[in-house]
């Protein structure tokens, strides 16, 4: 049994067919890297693990248990975390309120999520910025305040969906600290990312996937010299 | 989510309760005791569409159901139109539990427009079934009291105790999760909070407390028929403009735009009748093109607009000044 199972998931958008028979599998501990070009599926996955949308086919396991048709909310309360490509900040609260809202999910005390909430800060360097809204946030600490409040939820397996799309070297770097740092706390991963140099920088292994079928596998280095992985990104030419 | 400080509060509640005494002209006391009124209904619904984002257009359907609650208690029973005061708000939330389990499992403006279907059909069944309801003749009952005094301090004791109620609730979990679902539905169940549930939990005591009111309703003007308490334009939409006016979500804005709506329309109602209406309209519309978060939500720049006026400041434009 696997920590963590993709099985034959398909999503179809009526003829559109976003996310194309998947299967995968993460173990716990690791950090899986997933690439793909522009509308390959990527986020469409994210939506279909925790529930957005349901899978027009195919089963999704979370250590043992089958979650896929569960509520989103169940999903985050088994341990599954995630954080959004188009950033949602709840606009009109303040950083730490944010990640209270994530913390409030293991306690009812309002002192206890606060606690918790500015430990995450912490974590994330975030903690300076804590009273101002998250609506007047720039984009790199609106990144940040998504992973922060999606770690104040606690979870177990992360999916983190372009958290580094957006930011300039200094903060991509922050960002690949962030990340391994999350890891090296035993949170599980699961990472999509563009910025070549994040995900092949940190990932143990990658999916590559191209109009949401799988196209590649494997460590970071098969992955990149992979031909039908240079022909996706590069065009057929240089394959 | 700002805390209460205890000085301000204090003094106000002196004042409250001190106010109707130095005030020996009925008429001023009922003015009184309407904007106590109408600052209940705003704190209620306040909860629902100001904190949760759950913008109801029908708040009239549980008002109105908390006065017909303690009316028909005397018209068939002749029981005291008081034990409304339970049965009102136990009235309300039963229907409130029906509505909230269809629509908020629906995306989108269903739970405004089921409202706002709900009022008006209370309305008319309201206005036809006689045999149970007494039809659009509405219901008479004898008044307890002469004096307004007493009506005066229950409606303190209960816009008081709405108050308290939306204070503790919007201070505690439950008000970051109904803050986080209005601010975003999908990040907010990403976060492990059930949105549903949670809507359900500002729905029922929002319908109950409008319920309260509406009994006291009852009581205190002794007369009631289905076109004054199920009132579209009159309760449901008022109500909307009451806390726009003072600002939602925010605990004391619904109060200051119940005062300002009370103070308008008994000021203008001599002269103008229904007009008076339209001035709240008007100044309403006002307030959000200048103060977007009501008076109450922008009571810093209102002070830096103040103080800039005292210091003789006459630079730019009045909008410029308003937004400084
Ligand atoms: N809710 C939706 N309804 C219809 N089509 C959708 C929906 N969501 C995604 N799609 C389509 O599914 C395909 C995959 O989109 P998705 O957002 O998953 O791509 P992605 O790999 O995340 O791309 P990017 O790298 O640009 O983020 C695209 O063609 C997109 O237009
Ligand atoms: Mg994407």
């Known amino acids: 049994m696997s920590y963590f199972e993709v099985k034959g998931v398909t999503k179809k958008f009526g003829g559109l067919t976003a996310v194309d028979n998947l299967t995968f599998t993460v173990e716990q501990g690791e950090i899986f890297g997933i690439i793909g070009p522009n509308g390959s599926g990527k986020t469409t996955l994210f939506n279909v693990i925790n529930n957005f949308y349901p899978p027009t086919a195919g089963e999704i396991y979370f250590k043992g248990k089958r979650i896929d048709g569960l509520p989103t909310h169940e999903i985050c309360k088994l341990g599954i975390g995630r954080t959004f490509q188009v950033v949602k900040p709840l606009r009109r609260m303040t950083v730490l309120e944010n990640v209270m809202a994530g913390a409030f999910l293991r306690t009812a005390s309002t002192s206890r999520a606060r606690a918790r909430a500015l430990e995450v800060l912490d974590f994330c360097s975030l903690a300076h910025r804590k009273d101002v809204p998250a609506k007047a946030l720039p984009i790199a600490d609106r990144k940040r305040l998504e992973i922060a409040r999606a770690l104040a939820t606690n979870p177990e397996l992360l999916l983190l969906d372009e958290t580094a799309a957006g930011l300039n070297p200094k903060e991509t770097e922050e960002a690949m600290a962030i990340i391994q740092k999350i890891c090296k706390a035993g949170i599980t991963i699961i990472i999509v990312e563009h910025v070549m140099k994040v995900i092949m920088g940190i990932s143990h292994r990658i999916l590559a996937i191209n109009f949401g079928r799988e196209i590649a596998r494997g460590t970071p280095q098969e992955i990149a010299r992979h031909p039908e992985v240079i022909k996706a990104y590069l065009g057929e030419a240089y394959a | ?324």
Request: proline residues 4%; hydrophobic residues 55%.
């Open chain 2, 1 to 324: 989510m700002r805390k209460l400080s205890w000085l301000p509060l204090a003094i106000g509640a002196l004042v409250a309760l001190l106010l109707p005494m130095g005030l020996s002209v009925p008429y001023h006391q009922h003015i009184l005791v309407m904007v106590l009124v109408w600052a209940t209904l705003g704190t209620a619904w306040n909860l629902l569409g100001g904190y949760t984002g759950q913008v109801s257009f029908g708040h009239a359907a549980f008002f109105g159901l908390g006065a017909y609650a303690a009316g028909l208690l005397v018209h068939h029973l002749q029981a005291s139109p008081w034990w409304g005061m339970l049965l009102g708000p136990v009235v309300a939330t039963l229907f409130a539990l029906p509505i909230g389990l269809i629509c908020f499992r629906l995306r989108g403006p269903y739970f405004a427009l089921a409202m706002l279907a709900l009022g008006e059909i209370f309305r008319l069944v309201f206005t036809n079934w006689v045999s149970f309801t007494n039809g659009a003749r509405g219901i008479l009952i004898l008044a307890s009291f002469t004096s307004k005094l007493p009506y005066y301090y229950m409606a303190l004791a209960m816009f008081a105790a709405s108050v308290y109620v939306v204070y503790r609730l919007v201070n505690s979990k439950w008000g970051y999760y109904f803050v986080a679902i209005r601010e975003d539905q999908d990040a907010a169940e990403a976060l492990g909070i059930p949105s549903t549930r949670y809507k359900m939990y500002a729905l029922l005591p929002s319908a109950a407390l409008t319920g309260l009111a509406g009994a006291f309703y009852m009581n205190y003007v002794a007369f009631i028929d289905p076109h004054v308490v199920f009132s579209l334009g009159d309760i449901s939409v008022m109500v909307i403009l009451v806390v726009m006016m003072g600002g939602a979500a925010t605990i004391w804005g619904p109060a200051v735009g119940a005062a300002i709506y009370v103070a308008l329309s008994e000021m203008f109602r001599a002269q103008w009748g229904a007009a008076s209406v339209l001035l709240f309209g008007i100044l309403v519309c006002l307030v959000i093109m200048f103060l977007p978060n009501g008076v109450i939500g922008e009571l810093d720049t209102l002070r830096r607009f103040l103080r800039r006026l005292r210091e003789g400041y006459a630079g730019g434009k009045k909008g410029e000044l308003l937004r400084g």
